[in-house]
């Protein structure tokens, strides 16, 4: 099972980035996903996930209004569009995979599989 992100830049205060996370290895449309976010001395922090069949994206307070997590079965390819980036969003921003039931999609051990990442740095 492999999951490659990309997309993360340096970008403004305000900016918009779109990331992306293709997967192969599995069925992808089978399995719930999430967006994570880790910086330096942290811990990894999920910040939004998606089911398999309930497509409507969870998200934490800090990001609501501003990330938009989807997902496209057919390309295998879950999706996070920042908008109003702020400092504080910076980090490495990875993806996750095979959600098991009955766990919180907030937490990186709740899935199977995980991806390296991508950078997002907000700064001016």
């Known amino acids: 099972v492999q999951l490659v992100e990309s997309g993360g830049d340096l970008v403004q205060p305000g900016g918009s980035l779109t990331l992306s996370c293709t997967v192969s290895?599995?069925?992808?449309?089978?399995?719930?996903m999430g967006w994570f976010r880790q910086s330096p001395g942290k811990e990894p922090e999920g910040v939004s996930c998606?089911?398999?069949?309930?497509?409507?994206?969870y998200y934490i307070e800090a990001v609501k209004g501003r990330f938009t997590t989807s997902r496209d079965n057919a390309k295998r390819t879950l999706y996070l569009q920042l908008n109003n980036l702020k400092p504080e969003d910076t980090g490495t921003y990875f993806c996750?995979?095979?959600?098991?039931?009955?766990?919180?999609?907030?937490?990186?051990?709740?899935?199977?599989?995980w991806g390296q990442g991508t950078q997002v740095t907000v700064s001016s």
């Open positions: 290895g599995l069925r992808f449309g089978d399995h719930g």
């Open positions: 998606i089911g398999a069949a309930d497509m409507t994206p």
């Open positions: 996750a995979t095979g959600l098991r039931m009955g766990t919180s999609c907030t937490k990186l051990d709740s899935y199977t599989h």
